[in-house]
């Protein structure tokens, strides 16, 4: 299965600020999705990033809110912007590979704290 | 969209014993997932199971697709069985919906 890899692995952040995620994967991916957890809770979709098109958000997450980069097949970025002590959670990058298997991985996930 | 139900949501177990996990979905899915969430925050893969059964070791994992439901079962519980235990699915938009998890707990 792939190497994902997310940087930073935790942050404390004031609010009104910006903080954004990095995340790489060490093969050429087609899907890459970017999750929220938080705290106590189950794990939300925030977007779908493909190469060459916009980020697909769903219900509840825009994009002023959680913009998306994807230059490449193996790398994205989401940046949480305007924090507040809401934001707070675990954000998790995933990847969907396997020939004829829709199997996702996930990184290892960013601790985001906001204060 | 999809409903994902997972039960029971806390299961305490001692050490060495047996349990199963089920998962219930209401409407037909390309893909199951079965996840690990360790106390670090880290999902670990255990089963990929749109349908079947499969066994990992100590885990195995079956699933009754036409039944909408899956059960995971853990024998011989060690402590670092603990933790909390995802059920995922996929109905056909390559979009995961994650049920709401069991949070199991081994104790020595």
């Known amino acids: 299965s792939a190497v994902i890899s997310q940087k930073p692995s935790r942050d404390i952040c004031q609010r009104g600020t910006s903080l954004t995620i990095q995340c790489q994967v060490d093969?050429?991916?087609?899907?890459m999705f970017w999750y929220r957890q938080q705290p106590g809770q189950s794990l939300t979709l925030i977007a779908t990033?493909?190469?060459?098109?916009?980020?697909?958000?769903e219900s509840g997450f825009v994009i002023d809110k959680f913009p998306i980069s994807r230059p490449n097949l193996t790398f994205s970025t989401l940046t949480v912007s305007n924090l507040s002590p809401e934001d707070s959670s675990i954000y998790l990058c995933?990847?969907?590979?396997?020939?004829?298997?829709?199997?996702?991985?996930f990184g290892p996930g960013t601790r985001l704290t906001v204060t | 969209g999809i409903q994902v139900e997972q039960s029971p949501p806390d299961l305490i177990l001692q050490e060495g014993a047996n349990s199963t996990l089920r998962c219930n979905f209401s409407d037909s899915v390309n893909n199951l997932q079965w996840f690990h969430q360790n106390p670090w925050g880290q999902l670990i893969n255990l089963f990929y199971i749109p349908s079947g059964t499969k066994q990992n070791g100590r885990l195995s994992a079956t699933t009754v697709a036409t039944e909408r439901y899956s059960l995971l079962y853990i024998s011989s519980s060690q402590t670092t069985d603990s933790g909390v235990y995802f059920c995922?699915?996929?109905?056909?938009?390559?979009?995961?919906?994650f049920g709401a998890g069991t949070t199991v707990t081994v104790r020595a």
């Open positions: 995933s990847v969907e590979e396997g020939t004829g298997r829709l199997e996702q991985y």
């Open positions: 093969s050429q991916v087609t899907m």
């Open positions: 990033a493909n190469q060459g098109s916009e980020a697909t958000y």
């Open positions: 995922a699915v996929e109905p056909n938009d390559y979009k995961l919906s």
